[in-house]
């Protein structure tokens, strides 16, 4: 009888028998003293049936890290077609955050969640270039393919102002951190700063001996500027002094130069390379990373932590952490010219060559608690209402009643010994297919209690291709080969005689032998490759003397009185 | 020569309380066994030790109540004498002596004994006669039939029942095999107590019932089967309506008698069933299992109780102490490790450390725990646990279990599934307070440290355990691995080269290799003697290396089968096999001169010993007894036998303990008792004097209706008590008052 379904005069009554009953049996008074306060332990659990142990082996490969977790919570992409190569995504640093994404001859300005442009700008006879806001949002500029420098109000559609003098493409344009001055680098070796208000060029500097097609404004001076150029260098210009206070060598044409916050580190792509500079130190290079396998197209920073971000032709964008490890992969369709990470990480758009816009919006917890809610279906508030709402008084005694001992179906099986019936729970679809290690975990059992050649005997031509299908899929999973491969042993000693009459079981037999002798072919050649590895480091490593000391002769010490 | 006249070798209890069958008192208050050479009194209700009955100078080999008395009990001995013994007050009544012990080893013979009656305390039982020679070396394949008019007994494939009356033997024989392969050798027999019916056990797990046995030709048996493997046991209850049995499965079966096939069963009970005894009023039943245990089992089929003693049939595990509880720690029942308590002589806990459901079935090869360490605190214990080593594919896991200060038990932490690519040899803990760190060295020629530290991915402190260092030399197997003292060595020796190395920056210092020999076993010295490392050869050497100068300084030829260096002291313990006896020698490694030696320790090898500390230390200033000051060694023989050095100071002081300490054993050291004991004790003085012949009622019986009648009911003891009580208070007692019962009885329940 359940001591909640007692009505409530009837309890305390209840509880007083037992506390009295519990005086005079000693191992229950142990057994309630020790329920106080924490979980119910057994004096004896000498009867009980300890269920199978399932392991939990870790699976090999990359571990799950914070920062993985992080980059990994990111819906799956939405596809915006563009006319042609997005070359420029930026981002407004106003609170709606629309985004101008520079493709072909027109600048589109997206909406965080919108995949229609909100406004587009199309006044463009030829290709534009590097579409890039003003500090308040309010801006744009734009270089082109023809030499035109265009500033656009963000409402209009008229270009407010051009800015004629470059006599080739301008890839790359940015205002200056006072909102008044547009730098602009162009494949004519030069850069120039023109003034807003009055559309004048104020100065032009030739110092790179390539095209330039990197650009970034210091934000916390607004007569500093940092250029690349595929002349290999990467230079830092003061307009102060109207020329080049820093140059570094970056050894490779560079794509995309980068300021961080603090602007004592710079990052610059080019090739295969991503090199982090220390400005502070003088322009000193502090890394070198060579992650991509394809020319470093663009890099930018994530601005929870300044992760930092680069997207390359290999179509990978790599998410390094602070320690510059790559601690997450996205991978694209096509090779990526451009990307852009939200404030806040809300979004991060990927352009690519083939003119695909891919943009991944950030889950949030608010969307994946209203799909759980809808799945979780517990019991019904009225069916389990009893006792729920008892509340004990001070002194009541608690009785805690034994916990039952709930067993898996295998297990109850296992416990009255019926081997077969277990191994087939076991091996039901769901069990198989999604908890492969609960399926091993019973075979291990079986094979322990050296009843696995009965559980395996005697099945029909169904019950046998599910088993062969489950050690197609797993016998090579290191985790579980051992087990199935005495699987596959004891199914070929019990079967010989009768597998040739069953075609389906003699396919599967054929497939795993040859699956089986690939993989035996592949364990030789690691092997040889560990082999060449160990005589490599053999090599390597410095020798040392080890000084051979205790090469005395036998010390006739003093003996033991012992004979 | 050093005296060894003040320190002996004694047996430290933990000796096998399942040799026999344990009986129930009539009162189903008290459950006796034969341990060793003593006969144990345990309560049944708090599964303690109350006294032990001591008198007999070898193995006790049966105890029975005495019919005529039941607060008396016989037990015989393999000295050759039968005593009879008060079991409550744990005095012997009787000896009787002269029982001729045979001089052949192997032949049984079943003799009937007449007990002489006669007042004297020693008696000569002189009256012998022989009832058969055909009889099985297995007393449970004796039994006495219905009041004792007949006697039954079998050997092999013949049962023969003998009837006392008619001095006369009938025989039944059965086949060895039949057609569906059964084997049908006898294991038990047990009489029904008021039907001329017989159980017998056969080896294939059947039990038959027999009956018209009176008739030599017309005899019937009825067969049941439901054990797989042989009938280890049987008993009927005392009224006859149920028969249980036992055997290897472990499962307590209770056959209904003359309802076929009805029964019900007790699983999982611990080791194999070896006896089963009913107590006289059937409300308590007792099984004895292999794994050293007693189990107390009520008639509702309910464990009400668990007796267990020191487990050490197989032990694979080294001896080692609990540095938390000072306790004992080796292999307990299957896939266990057991803590036992040797100062108290008592079973404290066993830790589960397989965590499988232990299959009872003869040759099964199953997960059993081989090697076990803790580390300086006791705050980490590693085990390894190993399935396989007659199939070639070994299994074992190398776990690690943290010390819970919540519950007070170990908790698994870190299951480590491949540690090795085969079987683990050797395993320390360092000896340092700050770090812990683990060495394990396996057959792969290969020795790995373990350490519980941060993952350097995710720069988060974990708490679980990884590998740190992989280290090998040349290829070779590496057979033992030894932190110094302080942990900032460690040495591992390959076959017959020792190489010291540095745990911090896993640098190998130095190899030492001399004289040849494969090492055997490897120490550092302690405290003032941490300088040398001790090594003992196959060869029969023991060499001390003085590692500041990296030479050999001393050795010696000495077959050492385990060498054991004391953590308390510097003292080393080296016990040596030479021709059939163990010797032993305590020395310290600065000096090659024993301190101590002991010829002829026992006839076995020893290849596991532990110094135990002390509680309070001892302080003799005797050079030869001054090693066990500290500590006490504990050597574990290859018979099995658990044996220590005892000194006469520890002696002396143990005699004088018991002196201080004589409580009435008839009822158990409780908490309880020993708050109220004071108190009774002075009441039962009063009222002796007050009523010399109405010996102890309470205050509240004295006047019979009145404190009676008052009381409430709730703080008055039973009535089962209280009635006798009052029933005595009316009668004339008389002065004779060992002769009435009922006096007995109200002695027994005041004191």
């Given at each position: 009888?359940?001591?909640?379904?007692?009505?409530?005069?009837?309890?305390?009554?209840?509880?007083?028998?037992?506390?009295?009953?519990?005086?005079?049996?000693?191992?229950?008074?142990?057994?309630?003293?020790?329920?106080?306060?924490?979980?119910?332990?057994?004096?004896?659990?000498?009867?009980?049936?300890?269920?199978?142990?399932?392991?939990?082996?870790?699976?090999?490969?990359?571990?799950?890290?914070?920062?993985?977790?992080?980059?990994?919570?990111?819906?799956?992409?939405?596809?915006?077609?563009?006319?042609?190569?997005?070359?420029?995504?930026?981002?407004?640093?106003?609170?709606?955050?629309?985004?101008?994404?520079?493709?072909?001859?027109?600048?589109?300005?997206?909406?965080?969640?919108?995949?229609?442009?909100?406004?587009?700008?199309?006044?463009?006879?030829?290709?534009?270039?590097?579409?890039?806001?003003?500090?308040?949002?309010?801006?744009?500029?734009?270089?082109?393919?023809?030499?035109?420098?265009?500033?656009?109000?963000?409402?209009?559609?008229?270009?407010?102002?051009?800015?004629?003098?470059?006599?080739?493409?301008?890839?790359?344009?940015?205002?200056?951190?006072?909102?008044?001055?547009?730098?602009?680098?162009?494949?004519?070796?030069?850069?120039?700063?023109?003034?807003?208000?009055?559309?004048?060029?104020?100065?032009?500097?030739?110092?790179?001996?390539?095209?330039?097609?990197?650009?970034?404004?210091?934000?916390?001076?607004?007569?500093?500027?940092?250029?690349?150029?595929?002349?290999?260098?990467?230079?830092?210009?003061?307009?102060?002094?109207?020329?080049?206070?820093?140059?570094?060598?970056?050894?490779?044409?560079?794509?995309?130069?980068?300021?961080?916050?603090?602007?004592?580190?710079?990052?610059?792509?080019?090739?295969?390379?991503?090199?982090?500079?220390?400005?502070?130190?003088?322009?000193?290079?502090?890394?070198?990373?060579?992650?991509?396998?394809?020319?470093?197209?663009?890099?930018?920073?994530?601005?929870?932590?300044?992760?930092?971000?680069?997207?390359?032709?290999?179509?990978?964008?790599?998410?390094?952490?602070?320690?510059?490890?790559?601690?997450?992969?996205?991978?694209?369709?096509?090779?990526?010219?451009?990307?852009?990470?939200?404030?806040?990480?809300?979004?991060?758009?990927?352009?690519?060559?083939?003119?695909?816009?891919?943009?991944?919006?950030?889950?949030?917890?608010?969307?994946?608690?209203?799909?759980?809610?809808?799945?979780?279906?517990?019991?019904?508030?009225?069916?389990?209402?009893?006792?729920?709402?008892?509340?004990?008084r001070q002194d009541d005694f608690l009785v805690s009643k034994p916990v039952k001992q709930y067993l898996r179906k295998?297990?109850?099986?296992?416990?009255?010994?019926?081997?077969?019936?277990?191994?087939?729970?076991?091996?039901?679809?769901?069990?198989?297919?999604?908890?492969?290690?609960?399926?091993?975990?019973?075979?291990?059992?079986?094979?322990?209690?050296?009843?696995?050649?009965?559980?395996?005997?005697?099945?029909?031509?169904?019950?046998?291709?599910?088993?062969?299908?489950?050690?197609?899929?797993?016998?090579?999973?290191?985790?579980?080969?051992?087990?199935?491969?005495?699987?596959?042993?004891?199914?070929?000693?019990?079967?010989?005689?009768?597998?040739?009459?069953?075609?389906?079981?003699?396919?599967?037999?054929?497939?795993?032998?040859?699956?089986?002798?690939?993989?035996?072919?592949?364990?030789?050649?690691?092997?040889?490759?560990?082999?060449?590895?160990?005589?490599?480091?053999?090599?390597?490593?410095?020798?040392?003397?080890?000084?051979?000391?205790?090469?005395?002769?036998?010390?006739?010490?003093?003996?033991?009185?012992?004979? | 020569?050093?005296?060894?006249?003040?320190?002996?070798?004694?047996?430290?209890?933990?000796?096998?309380?399942?040799?026999?069958?344990?009986?129930?008192?009539?009162?189903?208050?008290?459950?006796?066994?034969?341990?060793?050479?003593?006969?144990?009194?345990?309560?049944?209700?708090?599964?303690?030790?109350?006294?032990?009955?001591?008198?007999?100078?070898?193995?006790?080999?049966?105890?029975?109540?005495?019919?005529?008395?039941?607060?008396?009990?016989?037990?015989?001995?393999?000295?050759?004498?039968?005593?009879?013994?008060?079991?409550?007050?744990?005095?012997?009544?009787?000896?009787?002596?002269?029982?001729?012990?045979?001089?052949?080893?192997?032949?049984?013979?079943?003799?009937?004994?007449?007990?002489?009656?006669?007042?004297?305390?020693?008696?000569?039982?002189?009256?012998?006669?022989?009832?058969?020679?055909?009889?099985?070396?297995?007393?449970?394949?004796?039994?006495?039939?219905?009041?004792?008019?007949?006697?039954?007994?079998?050997?092999?494939?013949?049962?023969?029942?003998?009837?006392?009356?008619?001095?006369?033997?009938?025989?039944?024989?059965?086949?060895?095999?039949?057609?569906?392969?059964?084997?049908?050798?006898?294991?038990?027999?047990?009489?029904?107590?008021?039907?001329?019916?017989?159980?017998?056990?056969?080896?294939?797990?059947?039990?038959?019932?027999?009956?018209?046995?009176?008739?030599?030709?017309?005899?019937?048996?009825?067969?049941?089967?439901?054990?797989?493997?042989?009938?280890?046991?049987?008993?009927?209850?005392?009224?006859?309506?149920?028969?249980?049995?036992?055997?290897?499965?472990?499962?307590?079966?209770?056959?209904?008698?003359?309802?076929?096939?009805?029964?019900?069963?007790?699983?999982?009970?611990?080791?194999?069933?070896?006896?089963?005894?009913?107590?006289?009023?059937?409300?308590?039943?007792?099984?004895?299992?292999?794994?050293?245990?007693?189990?107390?089992?009520?008639?509702?089929?309910?464990?009400?109780?668990?007796?267990?003693?020191?487990?050490?049939?197989?032990?694979?595990?080294?001896?080692?102490?609990?540095?938390?509880?000072?306790?004992?720690?080796?292999?307990?029942?299957?896939?266990?490790?057991?803590?036992?308590?040797?100062?108290?002589?008592?079973?404290?806990?066993?830790?589960?450390?397989?965590?499988?459901?232990?299959?009872?079935?003869?040759?099964?090869?199953?997960?059993?725990?081989?090697?076990?360490?803790?580390?300086?605190?006791?705050?980490?214990?590693?085990?390894?646990?190993?399935?396989?080593?007659?199939?070639?594919?070994?299994?074992?896991?190398?776990?690690?279990?943290?010390?819970?200060?919540?519950?007070?038990?170990?908790?698994?932490?870190?299951?480590?599934?491949?540690?090795?690519?085969?079987?683990?040899?050797?395993?320390?803990?360092?000896?340092?307070?700050?770090?812990?760190?683990?060495?394990?060295?396996?057959?792969?020629?290969?020795?790995?440290?373990?350490?519980?530290?941060?993952?350097?991915?995710?720069?988060?402190?974990?708490?679980?355990?990884?590998?740190?260092?992989?280290?090998?030399?040349?290829?070779?197997?590496?057979?033992?691995?030894?932190?110094?003292?302080?942990?900032?060595?460690?040495?591992?020796?390959?076959?017959?080269?020792?190489?010291?190395?540095?745990?911090?920056?896993?640098?190998?210092?130095?190899?030492?290799?001399?004289?040849?020999?494969?090492?055997?076993?490897?120490?550092?010295?302690?405290?003032?003697?941490?300088?040398?490392?001790?090594?003992?050869?196959?060869?029969?050497?023991?060499?001390?290396?003085?590692?500041?100068?990296?030479?050999?300084?001393?050795?010696?030829?000495?077959?050492?089968?385990?060498?054991?260096?004391?953590?308390?002291?510097?003292?080393?313990?080296?016990?040596?096999?030479?021709?059939?006896?163990?010797?032993?020698?305590?020395?310290?490694?600065?000096?090659?001169?024993?301190?101590?030696?002991?010829?002829?320790?026992?006839?076995?090898?020893?290849?596991?010993?532990?110094?135990?500390?002390?509680?309070?230390?001892?302080?003799?200033?005797?050079?030869?007894?001054?090693?066990?000051?500290?500590?006490?060694?504990?050597?574990?023989?290859?018979?099995?036998?658990?044996?220590?050095?005892?000194?006469?100071?520890?002696?002396?002081?143990?005699?004088?303990?018991?002196?201080?300490?004589?409580?009435?054993?008839?009822?158990?050291?409780?908490?309880?008792y020993l708050l109220l004991g004071k108190h009774r004790q002075q009441q039962q003085k009063l009222n002796t004097q007050?009523?010399?012949?109405?010996?102890?009622?309470?205050?509240?019986?004295?006047?019979?209706?009145?404190?009676?009648?008052?009381?409430?009911?709730?703080?008055?003891?039973?009535?089962?008590?209280?009635?006798?009580?009052?029933?005595?208070?009316?009668?004339?007692?008389?002065?004779?008052?060992?002769?009435?019962?009922?006096?007995?009885?109200?002695?027994?329940?005041?004191?």
């Amino acid at each position: 009888m359940c001591l909640f379904c007692v009505p409530m005069p009837y309890i305390r009554c209840v509880v007083w028998i037992m506390s009295v009953w519990m005086w005079k049996s000693p191992e229950v008074l142990l057994y309630c003293r020790c329920s106080e306060g924490r979980e119910p332990v057994f004096i004896s659990d000498m009867a009980s049936f300890k269920p199978t142990k399932v392991q939990f082996l870790p699976k090999l490969g990359e571990k799950v890290t914070e920062d993985t977790l992080y980059w990994k919570n990111y819906k799956s992409p939405v596809q915006i077609k563009e006319f042609g190569a997005v070359t420029k995504i930026d981002f407004s640093p106003l609170a709606p955050h629309n985004y101008a994404v520079t493709a072909s001859t027109r600048i589109h300005v997206y909406g965080l969640h919108s995949q229609e442009p909100i406004r587009s700008f199309t006044r463009f006879r030829d290709t534009a270039y590097g579409g890039s806001f003003r500090g308040d949002g309010k801006l744009l500029v734009a270089g082109s393919e023809e030499g035109l420098i265009r500033l656009f109000d963000i409402s209009g559609r008229v270009a407010l102002r051009q800015f004629t003098g470059h006599s080739k493409a301008v890839h790359v344009t940015s205002f200056l951190s006072d909102g008044f001055r547009v730098v602009s680098g162009s494949d004519d070796l030069t850069f120039r700063v023109w003034d807003v208000p009055s559309a004048v060029e104020l100065s032009s500097i030739t110092e790179h001996t390539d095209y330039i097609r990197a650009l970034a404004p210091s934000k916390l001076n607004p007569d500093l500027f940092v250029t690349g150029s595929y002349d290999h260098t990467v230079k830092v210009f003061d307009m102060r002094s109207g020329s080049s206070v820093m140059t570094m060598q970056h050894g490779h044409p560079v794509e995309c130069v980068l300021l961080y916050p603090s602007e004592a580190l710079l990052v610059s792509t080019g090739g295969r390379y991503v090199k982090i500079w220390d400005l502070l130190k003088g322009g000193q290079e502090l890394v070198s990373l060579k992650n991509h396998h394809k020319t470093v197209t663009c890099a930018c920073l994530s601005s929870v932590g300044n992760k930092l971000l680069t997207g390359s032709l290999d179509r990978h964008v790599k998410v390094y952490n602070s320690s510059y490890k790559v601690v997450h992969n996205f991978d694209c369709d096509a090779s990526i010219l451009s990307m852009a990470v939200a404030p806040d990480d809300e979004v991060v758009a990927v352009g690519m060559t083939n003119g695909v816009l891919s943009v991944r919006h950030r889950k949030h917890k608010k969307d994946k608690e209203t799909l759980t809610s809808r799945r979780r279906r517990g019991p019904s508030y009225r069916v389990f209402v009893k006792g729920k709402n008892f509340v004990p008084r001070q002194d009541d005694f608690l009785v805690s009643k034994p916990v039952k001992q709930y067993l898996r179906k295998y297990d109850k099986q296992l416990k009255s010994f019926e081997v077969s019936k277990a191994l087939d729970t076991a091996l039901q679809t769901w069990t198989r297919t999604s908890k492969p290690e609960v399926t091993v975990a019973v075979i291990i059992e079986l094979n322990r209690r050296g009843t696995l050649k009965n559980a395996l005997a005697g099945r029909n031509e169904e019950s046998l291709t599910k088993i062969l299908n489950f050690l197609l899929k797993h016998i090579f999973d290191p985790r579980f080969s051992r087990p199935l491969l005495t699987v596959g042993d004891i199914v070929l000693d019990l079967y010989r005689q009768v597998l040739h009459q069953s075609p389906v079981v003699e396919r599967q037999l054929q497939r795993l032998m040859e699956v089986l002798g690939r993989e035996a072919e592949l364990q030789q050649e690691l092997l040889q490759v560990l082999g060449i590895l160990d005589t490599l480091f053999a090599s390597l490593t410095p020798r040392k003397e080890v000084a051979a000391l205790a090469a005395l002769p036998v010390d006739q010490g003093p003996q033991l009185q012992a004979a | 020569m050093v005296e060894t006249s003040d320190i002996r070798v004694v047996r430290c209890g933990g000796s096998k309380v399942n040799l026999t069958p344990p009986i129930i008192s009539s009162d189903s208050r008290f459950v006796l066994c034969t341990s060793g050479d003593l006969v144990k009194v345990y309560s049944t209700r708090t599964e303690e030790w109350l006294h032990s009955l001591q008198g007999h100078t070898n193995q006790v080999t049966g105890i029975t109540l005495n019919p005529a008395n039941h607060l008396q009990v016989y037990s015989c001995s393999v000295d050759g004498t039968v005593k009879l013994w008060d079991f409550i007050d744990g005095i012997l009544i009787k000896v009787h002596s002269g029982l001729c012990v045979s001089a052949c080893p192997e032949c049984f013979q079943l003799v009937s004994v007449h007990l002489p009656k006669s007042a004297e305390q020693e008696v000569e039982a002189k009256e012998m006669s022989a009832v058969s020679s055909h009889i099985s070396k297995n007393p449970s394949c004796t039994a006495f039939g219905r009041g004792g008019e007949y006697i039954a007994f079998a050997r092999h494939l013949q049962l023969n029942v003998y009837f006392f009356r008619k001095q006369k033997t009938y025989s039944f024989s059965l086949k060895a095999t039949d057609k569906k392969g059964a084997k049908n050798a006898f294991t038990c027999i047990a009489c029904h107590p008021t039907d001329d019916c017989i159980a017998t056990g056969h080896e294939d797990g059947k039990i038959r019932l027999w009956r018209n046995f009176i008739h030599k030709k017309e005899y019937t048996y009825s067969t049941q089967h439901w054990h797989h493997n042989a009938v280890n046991t049987l008993c009927f209850t005392p009224e006859g309506t149920h028969l249980l049995s036992g055997g290897i499965e472990s499962v307590l079966v209770q056959w209904q008698y003359g309802a076929g096939n009805r029964k019900e069963f007790l699983p999982r009970l611990g080791g194999s069933i070896l006896h089963i005894s009913a107590s006289s009023d059937g409300q308590l039943f007792c099984t004895s299992h292999s794994d050293n245990k007693i189990t107390v089992i009520e008639s509702s089929f309910k464990v009400c109780g668990v007796i267990q003693g020191l487990v050490k049939d197989a032990v694979l595990t080294d001896l080692m102490i609990d540095p938390r509880s000072k306790a004992l720690v080796l292999n307990g029942k299957p896939g266990h490790l057991q803590f036992y308590s040797l100062l108290r002589d008592k079973h404290l806990y066993n830790l589960d450390i397989v965590q499988q459901e232990y299959i009872y079935e003869a040759g099964l090869d199953q997960f059993e725990v081989v090697k076990a360490a803790f580390d300086i605190k006791g705050s980490w214990l590693a085990t390894v646990e190993e399935r396989g080593k007659k199939s070639s594919d070994l299994e074992f896991f190398l776990k690690l279990w943290a010390f819970d200060e919540r519950t007070q038990s170990f908790v698994l932490n870190t299951t480590i599934t491949a540690a090795h690519t085969d079987r683990i040899i050797s395993m320390c803990f360092s000896s340092s307070e700050e770090t812990t760190m683990l060495v394990t060295a396996a057959e792969d020629s290969q020795f790995k440290a373990w350490c519980q530290g941060a993952d350097a991915d995710t720069q988060q402190d974990q708490n679980f355990w990884s590998c740190d260092f992989v280290g090998s030399y040349h290829k070779l197997n590496p057979t033992n691995c030894s932190f110094s003292a302080d942990s900032s060595l460690l040495a591992v020796s390959f076959q017959e080269v020792i190489t010291i190395w540095s745990p911090d920056t896993w640098e190998m210092l130095t190899t030492l290799c001399q004289p040849p020999g494969v090492i055997r076993d490897l120490c550092f010295g302690r405290l003032s003697c941490s300088k040398y490392l001790l090594g003992t050869t196959t060869k029969n050497l023991l060499c001390c290396w003085n590692l500041l100068t990296c030479e050999l300084e001393w050795s010696t030829s000495v077959d050492v089968s385990k060498l054991q260096p004391d953590p308390f002291s510097e003292n080393v313990a080296a016990f040596s096999y030479q021709s059939k006896h163990t010797d032993l020698f305590v020395f310290k490694p600065s000096e090659p001169r024993p301190l101590f030696t002991n010829k002829n320790v026992c006839s076995e090898k020893v290849h596991r010993a532990v110094f135990v500390p002390r509680e309070e230390p001892l302080n003799s200033c005797d050079e030869s007894t001054q090693w066990l000051n500290r500590s006490q060694l504990y050597f574990l023989t290859q018979n099995m036998d658990l044996l220590t050095f005892s000194t006469a100071t520890e002696e002396d002081r143990m005699l004088s303990s018991s002196k201080q300490l004589v409580i009435d054993d008839s009822v158990a050291v409780t908490p309880f008792y020993l708050l109220l004991g004071k108190h009774r004790q002075q009441q039962q003085k009063l009222n002796t004097q007050s009523h010399p012949h109405n010996m102890a009622l309470p205050l509240l019986l004295r006047v019979p209706g009145g404190g009676l009648l008052h009381t409430p009911a709730h703080v008055l003891p039973a009535a089962s008590v209280l009635c006798s009580m009052f029933v005595n208070s009316f009668l004339i007692s008389n002065t004779g008052v060992q002769q009435d019962p009922l006096r007995y009885f109200v002695h027994i329940w005041l004191t």
